[in-house]
């Protein structure tokens, strides 16, 4: 493990909340149009946006930036950054704003945790000044990666090289313009008798030739352009053997490592598209008629108010409990609530999200609201850092453990 990384002193968590508050109002919902409306005209739409760079710049200047840091790297708690991440779960774009987007801030953490000094130069530092953007591939097509032990991709010592074969797909961030590096899991030992040790990962220039970027991807449609997420194939692909991170057959361990962090990151975020959601259906139940009553009138709306708004404090102090948990034991010894959180959230925001778009009628699966892609999101985090099954199964067995 490397030296931790430098973070700016952070003004108290109450302070920075207020901050990140402030500036949605001023500059996040009031570009929501705007940055689709440049999306839509994008000769290129994997190309930067302009709206984009220039809330980057306002967000740096006001001392909003990589506010996902680690506490063990001068930034927050986990539990302080749950607050800042639900704001900024509230338009999905914009974590991007705050360099604190996945898969980038997981990426991040990798390299912190397992990068050598020289791999931390090279890619970590411009990922930090938002210069640059990255991808996690380890999601195949050929095989189900819900079991990560399942991967197939090959990574072959040759000489001075690693030679990287495989195919992956739904790879956020490889069809954006600014990605330059991905980190590869993939098998280097198949034949070793512990399955947990046969996988390594490794760092793969995009432009690295060999790489071929097939085709963007969608979910229910939607291709989350700019960023966006790809079809891979690694071709021959040869790469220096200093690549490799943190050693052969230790790629699940660092697999396990990144994603305890970044599920609860998609809780929070999931967790502030919801309650937005939420906030808009109110706002239409006291504005629309229907059979001489207001919308707020028709008991069968106030339930569905009363159980969305329930149903995202329940979520909400799960998710915190989780994060503080993290905090004090850490991430491997905060699988069960992980794991709850993960299974709980995405299912959480797909049904509030879901009934608020009712409430909007035609209107709420259009993009005048931002209700239809926060659905798409929702329901892609269940299958996203492992589906609702692999965690249940987990859980169930480390319940059954302790209790029975």
């Known amino acids: 493990m490397t030296d931790a990384v430098p973070h700016p002193e952070l003004p108290p968590i109450e302070q920075l909340t207020d901050q990140l508050l402030a500036f949605m109002d001023a500059h996040i919902y009031p570009n929501e149009r705007l940055y689709h409306e440049q999306l839509a005209g994008a000769s290129n ?8 760079d220039e809330l980057k710049l306002r967000a740096q200047e006001q001392g909003l930036w990589n506010l996902w840091m680690p506490r063990d790297h001068g930034g927050l708690s986990n539990e302080d950054y749950c607050g800042l991440a639900e704001i900024m779960g509230r338009v999905l774009w ?3 704003v705050f360099n604190c987007n996945a898969p980038d801030t997981g990426n991040m953490e990798v390299f912190m945790k397992y990068g050598t000094k020289a791999q931390q130069e090279e890619w970590l530092t411009p990922m930090l000044a938002g210069e640059i953007r990255s991808s996690y591939c380890m999601t195949e097509p050929d095989v189900a990666s819900s079991d990560a032990t399942n991967v197939s991709t090959s990574i072959v010592r040759d ?3 690693y030679v990287i074969n495989g195919k992956k797909w739904f790879i956020t961030n490889a069809m954006y313009e600014r990605t330059k590096i991905l980190i590869v899991m993939g098998k280097s030992d198949p034949d070793n008798s512990n399955r947990h040790v046969q996988q390594s990962q490794i ?3 995009k432009n690295t030739p060999g790489v ?3 085709r963007p991807l969608s979910t229910l449609g939607y291709d989350d352009a700019p960023l966006g997420h790809a079809e891979v194939h690694f071709n021959n692909v040869r790469v220096p053997a200093a690549n490799i991170l943190l050693g052969e057959g230790r790629g699940f361990e660092i ?4 994603l305890g962090p970044g599920r609860i990151h998609h809780c929070m975020r999931l967790i502030g598209s919801a309650q937005r959601a939420l906030e808009l259906a109110c706002k239409r139940a006291v504005s629309r008629e229907t059979f001489g009553r207001k919308l707020s009138e028709h008991q069968s709306v106030l339930e569905d108010i009363a159980k969305s708004f329930s149903e995202i404090e329940q979520a909400r102090l799960l998710t915190l409990k989780t994060a503080r948990k993290i905090d004090e034991v850490g991430a491997k010894d905060s699988r069960d609530l992980i794991a709850a959180a993960k299974i709980v959230t995405p299912l959480m925001a797909q049904t509030v999200i879901d009934r608020c778009m009712q409430i909007h009628g035609a209107g709420g699966l259009t993009t005048d609201y931002p209700m239809a892609e926060a659905f798409n999101y929702a329901r892609w985090c269940r299958q996203a850092d492992g589906p609702d099954q692999v965690h249940m ?3 169930g067995k480390q319940v059954i453990k302790r209790l029975a």
């Open 159 to 161: 000489g001075e090289d």
């Open 45 to 52: 739409r994997f190309a930067p946006l302009p709206i984009m």
């Open 203 to 205: 760092l793969v220039p």
């Open 212 to 214: 071929e970027i097939v």
């Open 255 to 258: 697999a396990q490592g990144r």
């Open 94 to 96: 914009s974590p991007e």
């Open 393 to 395: 199964m987990a859980l």
